[in-house]
């Protein structure tokens, strides 16, 4: 009968996880005999996984041979046809490929006749924190009246993360603002800006550079990062009363003279 390693009924194979390391040293997992989960990676020079495929008719005396087909075999992964070995030869991106099925067998190695069933599994790729969020959308253009409330709606800015977002929190974004305060403010869930001072002045100050970053792994320490210009501009509004340049006129009726003077208004496009 074959044997299994992980399950209760029979397995043509029997799958076994020697070592699983990578550049960032954190260990798979195994789920069941034939389905394992390796992390990804983009580090060169890394042991990526070491996998096992043994039959109960290998007496160690090299008379079985191993041979593996199915999705990135002979491309991503090997197989040792003496030991049953498996070896990932590349690096593996989660982002790439999540997941590879591939198929193993044991054969005579005199007649090549088989010697068991072919056996399935499914190599599952864990998501490590290599990317970092990125604003596609950006940089940003956005015009707010001036004189408007504090927490007055400016735009909001969107990051998106290529990271798995049911795996930890490689993919959980926060926004926070580098550069534009104490003028404006950014919710770090959303990344809506919002104006955070009163009586904004259009005419002391028009035009405002904002930074705002979006950090990955909920904004924690080791998160990556990205960043995203905003320029903002304050629209005028009516807040300015016409003005004589000059509190008093002289007339001269007797010499025909017209009354001169004229009225100077700061807003623009309020005759």
């Known amino acids: ?28 997992t195994v789920k069941g005999s034939h389905k394992t989960q390796l992390n990804s990676s983009r580090q060169q020079n890394c042991c990526l996984c070491d996998l096992a495929l043994h039959s109960d008719m290998d007496r160690g005396d090299g008379s079985i041979k191993y041979i593996l087909s199915g999705e990135g075999a002979g491309v991503v992964f090997t197989i040792d046809d003496t030991t049953g070995d498996i070896h990932a ?6 982002e790439e490929r999540a997941q590879y099925t591939l198929r193993a067998q044991a054969l005579d190695r005199r007649t090549g006749r088989p010697m068991e069933p072919e056996s399935e599994f499914i190599i599952k790729i864990q998501d490590i924190n290599d990317n970092e969020p990125k604003f596609l959308d950006g940089p940003y253009v956005a015009t707010v009246p001036e004189m408007s409330p504090v927490g007055t709606s400016v735009i909001q800015v969107t990051a998106t993360d290529a990271d798995d977002p049911t795996y930890g929190n490689s993919a959980r974004v926060m926004y926070s603002i580098l550069q534009g305060q104490p003028y404006f403010s950014v919710d770090s869930k959303t990344g809506v800006i919002r104006t955070a001072l009163m009586n904004m002045d259009r005419e002391a100050k028009e035009y405002y550079e904002v930074i705002i970053q979006a950090k990955d792994m909920g904004g924690q320490l080791g998160g990556l990062a990205g960043t995203t210009t905003v320029n903002i501009t304050l629209s005028d509004v ?15 009726e007797s010499i025909g003279l017209k009354p001169e003077g004229c009225s100077c ?7």
Request: positive net charge.
């Open 1 to 28: 009968m074959l044997r299994s390693g992980w399950a209760r009924e029979p397995r043509p194979l029997s799958l076994h996880v020697r070592s699983l390391c990578s550049a960032t040293g954190e260990a798979a």
């Open 265 to 271: 208004d700061k807003d623009t496009n309020f005759p």
């Open 238 to 252: 009516n807040d300015n009363p016409p003005r004589f340049p000059q509190s008093e006129y002289l007339t001269s």
């Open 89 to 94: 030869i590349q690096r593996l991106d989660r």
